[in-house]
């Protein structure tokens, strides 16, 4: 077991392909319920590409960048995690085609419009780096969120990607609050997108989340 750190009964640490089993159940019941777009949509998005999902989840976790935070005082609970992976420049457009060939359902949706903001921030032109650690999922319990959990995830996950050597730390924040936490932390919105102005090709508004969550942004941090 590979401890990042533990403060006040709270451990993380870095993830293993044996948590995946709890960690899918703790999205359940902590992240498709609070994510805006997904919860907002009515729809269940757990269930939409959850094969490919899996298969994402469990590279980035074998890449030792995945973080857990575990409760020590109620029995080793999880309380919090982070999906976080390597991304290259030939990503984008993988990841561009990937997302165009999904259905029209609302994690389609939500990885064209990713896509979008990845390839319109293109930060390995911009920063001139051949590589990145990609935040992909924060996520704190709800019993757990207002206490700090979520930015000593991220806190960590920065010291985990100095460790290995990236040069940078990235995250799209679909959340208000999750982009407040992580500029908070030093992280810099390079380039934004206002769901009201994200429409199909019928003009109609794609994502409509209630206040405060007006805009998707693309966060970075160099480390």
């Given at each position: 077991?590979?401890?990042?750190?533990?403060?006040?009964?709270?451990?993380?640490?870095?993830?293993?392909?044996?948590?995946?089993?709890?960690?899918?159940?703790?999205?359940?019941?902590?992240?498709?319920?609070?994510?805006?777009?997904?919860?907002?949509?009515?729809?269940?998005?757990?269930?939409?590409?959850?094969?490919?999902?899996?298969?994402?989840?469990?590279?980035?976790?074998?890449?030792?960048?995945?973080?857990?935070?575990?409760?020590?005082?109620?029995?080793?609970?999880i309380v919090g995690l982070v999906l976080a992976g390597?991304?290259?420049?030939?990503?984008?457009?993988?990841?561009?085609?990937?997302?165009?060939?999904?259905?029209?359902?609302?994690?389609?949706?939500?990885?064209?419009?990713?896509?979008?903001?990845?390839?319109?921030?293109?930060?390995?032109?911009?920063?001139?780096?051949?590589?990145?650690?990609?935040?992909?999922?924060?996520?704190?319990?709800?019993?757990?969120?207002?206490?700090?959990?979520?930015?000593?995830?991220?806190?960590?996950?920065?010291?985990?990607?100095?460790?290995?050597?990236?040069?940078?730390?990235?995250?799209?924040?679909?959340?208000?609050?999750?982009?407040?936490?992580?500029?908070?932390?030093?992280?810099?919105?390079?380039?934004?997108?206002?769901?009201?102005?994200?429409?199909?090709?019928?003009?109609?508004?794609?994502?409509?989340?209630?206040?405060?969550?007006?805009?998707?942004?693309?966060?970075?941090?160099?480390?």
């Amino acid at each position: 077991m590979s401890i990042v750190n533990s403060k006040d009964g709270i451990t993380i640490r870095i993830m293993s392909a044996e948590d995946y089993k709890d960690v899918k159940s703790f999205m359940t019941d902590h992240f498709f319920t609070g994510e805006p777009l997904g919860a907002s949509s009515g729809e269940n998005v757990q269930n939409q590409n959850e094969k490919e999902n899996d298969e994402f989840h469990l590279s980035m976790i074998h890449q030792g960048t995945c973080l857990l935070a575990i409760d020590e005082i109620q029995n080793g609970r999880i309380v919090g995690l982070v999906l976080a992976g390597a991304e290259y420049p030939s990503d984008l457009e993988k990841h561009r085609q990937e997302a165009e060939e999904m259905e029209q359902h609302c994690f389609g949706r939500i990885c064209r419009m990713s896509s979008k903001l990845e390839m319109e921030a293109n930060i390995f032109e911009k920063y001139q780096i051949f590589k990145v650690l990609y935040s992909y999922i924060t996520n704190v319990d709800s019993s757990m969120r207002g206490k700090g959990l979520g930015s000593r995830l991220a806190a960590a996950l920065m010291d985990v990607g100095r460790s290995k050597g990236f040069p940078m730390m990235a995250a799209i924040c679909t959340s208000f609050y999750s982009a407040r936490q992580k500029e908070a932390l030093g992280m810099k919105c390079i380039h934004s997108l206002a769901y009201a102005d994200y429409k199909d090709d019928q003009g109609q508004v794609i994502f409509q989340p209630p206040a405060p969550h007006t805009h998707a942004r693309f966060m970075v941090i160099k480390l």
